[in-house]
């Protein structure tokens, strides 16, 4: 920055250049007597020192690089003047032809409008180069495996990268593109815009490479998780009106459930009751109290048998060693053993070819029987579908069949009285189509006992 200032003060201390804004007057150029303050010491330089005909200076070069985007000194003549030779001629006649200029439109010229002209960049001096946008990261690291690869180039070794490349699968290019059909073409297949087909155009090793394959769905997920309907239709002994036969129906199937559900309450409180014949009498107590007592007597008396007959039992009995005769005997025995064994087995294999037919008859069934096995699991997974299964803790609990007795129908839409929840009824539905899990309402348990404070005021009223 220094030096350019000083190569800009040489510039106007030439001959030639020109000051293009001057502001200064003469009668301010003349020498007056200074007034005299010692320099030496720092605080004095800024407070007595004249800078103002450098800062005249250094605008007067700004102001020259905004208009004209440079010093009037250093430009040549063809750029600050130009030679008028008048207006050109409006046609001109070479030889047996007239050469016209193309005419303009009358009027007013078109001009720019004045929120343009403000909005442009009026000065001529160039933006300064931003040497961020020039920067690239890790440029130093990028050039050094560059240099590095250069290296391995010239001495013949190819990446492992390139290799991959190398011993990638060759692309058939020789399929020929399918001819698109003309629209005009009645017989041509039905094609719908708005599908969600996606066709895969590139390679298959390259896109499963770069991870955009798309991962193979399983089939299991497109299972429907109960075959159930989403919304189930009463039967018809639930109208406002029904039958007498299917409203008879209907209220045998409540009873029915009604008459489980006392057998399950009864079973309980079968299980739950106390037997009398378990209560406790005197008799009993006094049975539990003296039964120890007797126990005792009989083992004192018992004890000194059993010392007299500890004596002869007390000695232990050493294993004798056994003799070699007596070794290879064992060993001879087990190998006649081994051997009749393995004859066995072998006239097992010669007699099962005359069973062959018994065999075929006992594998055909055994097969019969592993089909009949296989369907009936089959069928069984099939009447589960339509079944809850157990996603959680809690057991799933059937709704109340919502029905009326024969006392209690309406027989008009006017004076029917609506029963049950349709948020409770879309509720037990998810359950039981396998979609949630089932639950019960949190209970609140409070973490603190409730204190109870006695106001002022409500003693001053009592």
Do not use: W, Y
């Given at each position: 920055m220094a030096a350019a200032r000083r190569l800009k003060r040489v510039a106007s201390s030439q001959p030639g250049f020109l000051n293009f804004k001057s502001t200064s007057d003469p009668a301010d150029l003349l020498s007056s007597r200074r007034k005299r303050v010692n320099k030496n010491k720092k605080k004095n330089w800024n407070k007595h020192s004249d800078i103002n005909d450098i800062d005249a200076f250094l605008q007067d070069v700004r102001h020259q690089?905004?208009?004209?985007?440079?010093?009037?000194?250093?430009?040549?003549?063809?750029?600050?003047?130009?030679l008028d030779v008048g207006q050109p001629k409006k046609a001109e006649q070479k030889g047996k032809y007239l050469i016209t200029q193309?005419?303009?439109?009358?009027?007013?010229?078109?001009?720019?409008?004045?929120?343009?002209?403000?909005?442009?960049?009026?000065?001529?001096?160039?933006?300064?180069?931003?040497?961020?946008?020039?920067?690239?990261?890790?440029?130093?690291?990028?050039?050094?495996?560059?240099?590095?690869?250069?290296?391995?180039?010239?001495?013949?070794?190819?990446?492992?990268?390139?290799?991959?490349?190398?011993?990638?699968?060759?692309?058939?290019?020789?399929?020929?593109?399918?001819?698109?059909?003309a629209n005009n073409n009645p017989d041509r297949e039905y094609y719908d815009i708005w599908g969600q087909e996606i066709k895969d155009a590139a390679d298959p090793w390259y896109l499963q490479q770069t991870g955009k394959k798309r991962v193979k769905r399983p089939e299991k997920l497109n299972e429907k998780p109960s075959v159930l309907p989403a919304v189930e239709v009463i039967a018809p002994g639930g109208s406002y009106n029904p039958d007498f036969f299917s409203h008879q129906a209907l209220l045998q199937e409540a009873h029915e459930v009604e008459v489980k559900k006392q057998k399950e309450e009864d079973k309980i409180a079968k299980q739950l009751a106390v037997n009398r014949e378990d209560t406790a009498t005197e008799e009993t107590i006094f049975r539990e109290q003296?039964?120890?007592?007797?126990?005792?007597?009989?083992?004192?008396?018992?004890?000194?048998?059993?010392?007299?007959?500890?004596?002869?039992?007390?000695?232990?009995?050493?294993?004798?060693?056994?003799?070699?005769?007596?070794?290879?005997?064992?060993?001879?025995?087990?190998?006649?053993?081994?051997?009749?064994?393995?004859?066995?087995?072998?006239?097992?294999?010669?007699?099962?070819?005359f069973q062959l037919r018994s065999i075929k008859a006992?594998?055909?069934?055994?097969?019969?029987?592993?089909?009949?096995?296989?369907?009936?699991?089959?069928?069984?997974?099939?009447?589960?579908?339509?079944?809850?299964?157990?996603?959680?803790?809690?057991k799933f609990q059937a709704q109340d069949l919502e029905v009326q007795l024969s006392d209690e129908l309406a027989g008009s839409l006017r004076r029917l009285k609506p029963e049950g929840s349709v948020l409770k009824d879309r509720f037990k539905s998810l359950q039981k189509r396998n979609l949630i899990e089932p639950r019960e309402r949190a209970k609140f348990k409070r973490r603190h006992k409730v204190k109870y404070v006695e106001k002022r005021a409500f003693r001053e009223i009592t």
């Open positions: 690089e905004r208009t004209t985007g440079g010093l009037l000194s250093e430009k040549s003549d063809d750029s600050l003047f130009f193309p005419c303009k439109r009358k009027g007013k010229a078109s001009r720019p409008l004045r929120i343009d002209l403000i909005l442009q960049h009026d000065s001529l001096v160039p933006p300064p180069k931003d040497v961020l946008a020039f920067q690239q990261p890790n440029a130093r690291k990028l050039r050094r495996i560059a240099q590095k690869a250069e290296q391995l180039a010239a001495k013949g070794v190819v990446p492992r990268s390139q290799k991959r490349l190398l011993n990638r699968r060759p692309v058939d290019r020789t399929v020929k593109k399918a001819v698109t059909e003296v039964e120890g007592l007797v126990d005792e007597e009989n083992e004192e008396e018992a004890a000194p048998n059993e010392e007299e007959g500890d004596g002869a039992v007390g000695a232990i009995v050493m294993a004798e060693k056994k003799t070699e005769r007596q070794r290879k005997r064992e060993r001879a025995d087990k190998i006649k053993e081994q051997r009749r064994l393995a004859s066995r087995r072998k006239t097992g294999q010669h007699q099962q070819l006992s594998i055909k069934q055994q097969d019969q029987k592993t089909k009949a096995n296989q369907m009936q699991r089959k069928a069984k997974q099939e009447a589960q579908k339509a079944q809850p299964r157990r996603l959680g803790k809690l």
